[in-house]
């Protein structure tokens, strides 16, 4: 079944540090890929998305994330975290075919900033 | 409206009682999703509307569950006989079409049964 695999359920940087947000999918074919951003008492939000062409796609708030096929992941970057980037942060795929449409989600990377 | 509306925004009810969820999607948006958040899960599909095609309830958790969507816009997720572990947030979605769209979210329902 296709599934989408967030294996940090927490994680804490400090402010200024890097960041990598892991996503892996179990999908037969190419998916459409996104990643959402909930902040605390806020709808979601999407950061960027991945369809097709270049791997690495550029995304607001100073992320990127690069579709890696040989390893099905498609994990979420950002080279200096501010405290604003505390979040929930949700990876998903879509799944296109016949009448059936399906966004699925992992189950999210809740990020903690230090100062 | 500019984006997904959701009503209410928190919805108590007793154990037993039925309950309606409401979503607008966004005008001109074929594609609407209910989905269910429990807290510390993630985003739990229950159900898909694309234009007049059939929907996918695949995800409805049980028969207790329902939805519709009238004329194309406005959706109603209707739950019966509602038990506590029915308690989540119920987040709708709309999208332009399928494919390689980008899905918008409303702040979600929060569903509390006591």
């Known amino acids: 079944a296709q599934s989408v695999t967030q294996p940090d359920i927490h994680i804490t940087v400090s402010e200024g540090a890097s960041l990598e947000l892991r996503c892996n999918y179990s999908y037969g074919a190419t998916p459409y890929l996104f990643w959402y951003v909930q902040s605390p008492g806020q709808g979601l939000q999407l950061l960027l998305k991945?369809?097709?062409?270049?791997?690495l796609v550029q995304g607001i708030k100073g992320f990127e994330a690069e579709f890696k096929r040989s390893q099905s992941s498609f994990n979420l970057r950002k080279p200096s975290v501010h405290w604003s980037d505390a979040a929930e942060y949700f990876c998903a795929v879509a799944l296109y075919g016949g009448a059936t449409n399906k966004l699925i989600f992992g189950t999210g990377t809740l990020l903690a900033v230090q100062p | 409206g500019a984006g997904v509306s959701q009503s209410p925004s928190n919805k108590v009810t007793e154990k037993g009682k039925d309950v309606e969820l409401r979503c607008d999607p966004i005008?001109?948006?074929?594609?609407l999703y209910w989905y269910r958040q429990s807290l510390g899960q993630g985003l739990e599909f229950l159900i898909y509307?694309?234009?007049?095609?059939?929907?996918?309830k695949s995800g409805l958790p049980s028969d207790r569950f329902s939805a519709e969507r009238t004329g194309g816009s406005v959706s109603t997720l209707t739950i019966q006989r509602t038990q506590q572990e029915d308690s989540a947030v119920y987040l709708c979605?709309?999208?332009?079409?399928?494919?390689?769209?980008?899905?918008?979210f409303g702040q979600g329902t929060r569903l509390t049964v006591v």
């Open positions: 979605a709309s999208s332009l079409m399928r494919g390689n769209t980008e899905a918008f």
């Open positions: 509307f694309q234009g007049n095609s059939a929907p996918d």
């Open positions: 005008s001109g948006h074929t594609a």
């Open positions: 991945y369809f097709s062409g270049d791997t």
